[in-house]
Each structure stands twice: as structure tokens, then as C-alpha cells.
């Protein structure tokens, strides 16, 4: 049995992306450039937030124009309600579950440490995640498996005890650099082909689904 679940956070555990496009479109516009939409937003994610901008200036990414949107954004999101950003319906659940069973439970996104933390603060307080490894400039981002091996060090747990849940192509080079299984869930922000990679045990349709491979 696998001792250690690792999650990708946006699009996997939590629903965030309508209020991050919501700011993102916002930053844009308050700067002079063109918005994106939902559909153009699912092709860009998945990297950290200086992929994510240089990705949406498009030909306009110049060193200058990427610092003044990521700077209005950051702006704007620290300060927004996101009454929008949710937990996806019975992830806290299954995550309470294989927290009762003694799994260990981890966190690898390209989102920064402070903002998962926030959003682990208000919803998911009683989850004991034993480690998060969020965007950090002194490391290179996911798909590399810097966060991933840090957390395996860290909770001397092998490879072959670990799986990483994820919902993107992003997630699915994570856990092939790192070395270690993955399950791609249907619920979030991933392209259909990713749900017939050749690399993952499963593409599951519902949290619950989860537990088939604990």
C-alpha cells in the first residue's frame, strides 16, 4: 500500500481558477492589454506565475510588461475576496479518510507556499499535510521534481511508496521526472488527451475514486 499521497493543489484539491482569471483579466486590462478567455486560461496553466504572465502577454512579454501585470496581479488577487475559490466537492472528505488511515499527505503546486497555506488555513484545517512544496524562485518549478524529492527526503518515504494526484500534462512530467506513480483526476483543468497517458495508473471521474489505490 502507498504510505504517501502528494496532490497538486489548484485543479486538483481546490477550485480557484475562476477568480485567478478573474484578477489575471483584471491586471491585463488595468495595463493596456488584451484579456484572455476561460478557454485560452486552460492552455497556459499549469506552470508558475512568470510562465503564466510571459504565456498571456504573448509577442508583448518583455522583461518590463511581465513585471508590471505579475506585479498588478499579485495586487489584486492579495486583496480580492475570491468568494469563488472553493475545495472541490468531497476532497476534504477523502482526504479526512486517508488521513484516519495513516497516509501521509503532501502538497506540490506552482502556486506560492503563502497562498496555499491561506486557503489550507480556511478550509482544510484539520488536514495534517506533512509537507508543501509551492512555487520558490530559488527552485526550479514543476514539471522539474524538485518539490517532489525534497518531500520524499524530508518523510523518508521511497519512491515506490509515494503516488502523485494531479489533473494536468503538468502533473504527469512531475511524477515521470520524479520517478514515481501518478493518478490523473477529471474534475479539474486537464486536457482529455492527459486522461490516456500512457504513464498514469488511472484517470479518475470522482474523489472517492481515490481510495482504489489505498
Known amino acids: 500500500m502507498k504510505k504517501l499521497a502528494i496532490f497538486d493543489f489548484d485543479g486538483t484539491?481546490?477550485?480557484?481558477?475562476?477568480?485567478?482569471?478573474?484578477?489575471?483579466?483584471k491586471a491585463l486590462s488595468v495595463n493596456g492589454f488584451p484579456t484572455l478567455t476561460y478557454e485560452e486560461y486552460i492552455e497556459i496553466l499549469g506552470g508558475?506565475?512568470?510562465?503564466?504572465v510571459s504565456l498571456s502577454l504573448k509577442d508583448?512579454?518583455?522583461p518590463e510588461n511581465m513585471e508590471l501585470v505579475k506585479n498588478t496581479y499579485d495586487e489584486i488577487y492579495g486583496t480580492s475576496n475570491r468568494e469563488n475559490s472553493l475545495p472541490f466537492d468531497g476532497m476534504h472528505e477523502v482526504l479526512l479518510e486517508?488521513?484516519?488511515k495513516g497516509i501521509l499527505l503532501a502538497i506540490n503546486s506552482n502556486r506560492k507556499n503563502d497562498s496555499i497555506k491561506k486557503?489550507?488555513?480556511?478550509?482544510?484545517s484539520d488536514?495534517?499535510?506533512k509537507a508543501i512544496e509551492g512555487h520558490n524562485p530559488a527552485y526550479p518549478s514543476k514539471p522539474r521534481p524538485c518539490g517532489v524529492k525534497k518531500m520524499l527526503h524530508k518523510l523518508k518515504v521511497s519512491k515506490d511508496d509515494a503516488i502523485y494526484?494531479?489533473?494536468?500534462?503538468?502533473?504527469?512530467k512531475?511524477?515521470?521526472n520524479a520517478e514515481i506513480d501518478c493518478v490523473i483526476v477529471k474534475w479539474g483543468y486537464g486536457d482529455p488527451e492527459d486522461y490516456v497517458d500512457e504513464y498514469i495508473l488511472d484517470a479518475i471521474e470522482k474523489p472517492s475514486d481515490i481510495f482504489n489505490f489505498f
Open 119 to 124: 486557503f489550507i488555513g480556511k478550509y482544510y
Open 48 to 52: 508558475n506565475i512568470d510562465e503564466l
Open 60 to 62: 508583448k512579454n518583455t
Open 174 to 176: 512531475t511524477a515521470k
Open 165 to 172: 494526484i494531479g489533473d494536468s500534462s503538468t502533473d504527469i
Open 127 to 129: 488536514i495534517d499535510f
Open 98 to 100: 486517508l488521513q484516519k
Open 13 to 25: 484539491i481546490f477550485n480557484s481558477i475562476t477568480d485567478v482569471i478573474i484578477c489575471f483579466n
